[in-house]
């Protein structure tokens, strides 16, 4: 089994920006494997960030004052974020 630390993490992500489309205006993660990897690329793109729950419920993550004018009803593009996988196949 081979391990990744956090800064690999952030690194492969930071290496990998250019594929996220510019449309994209939330970033949701899927609970929990794929909410780091959501989190630093939100961070990133500057963009709000929600998990899969507060996207069926119309809430984000609170983010300060940048996020009090954001409203989820207005979102065209959701990048959903996921760090795992079933089987590998």
Same mark, same amino acid.
Not at 32 to 38: K, T, V
């Given at each position: 089994?081979?391990?990744?630390?956090?800064?690999?993490?952030?690194?492969?992500?930071? +290496? +990998?920006?250019?594929?996220? &489309?510019?449309?994209?205006d939330l970033i949701v993660g899927v609970p929990?494997?794929?909410?780091?990897?959501?989190n630093i690329l939100a961070l990133k793109l500057?963009? &709000?960030?929600?998990?899969?729950?507060g996207l069926c419920e119309g809430r984000i993550?609170?983010?300060?004052?940048?996020?009090?004018?954001?409203?989820?009803?207005?979102?065209?593009?959701?990048?959903?974020?996921?760090?795992?996988?079933?089987?590998?196949?």
């Open positions: 089994m081979n391990y990744r630390t956090i800064a690999d993490l952030n690194q492969l992500l930071s +290496q +990998q920006l250019n594929k996220v &489309p510019l449309s994209v929990r494997s794929g909410l780091l990897s959501a500057n963009l &709000p960030l929600t998990d899969i729950a993550f609170q983010s300060g004052q940048r996020g009090k004018n954001f409203q989820i009803k207005d979102v065209q593009h959701a990048l959903v974020v996921d760090d795992s996988v079933w089987s590998g196949n």
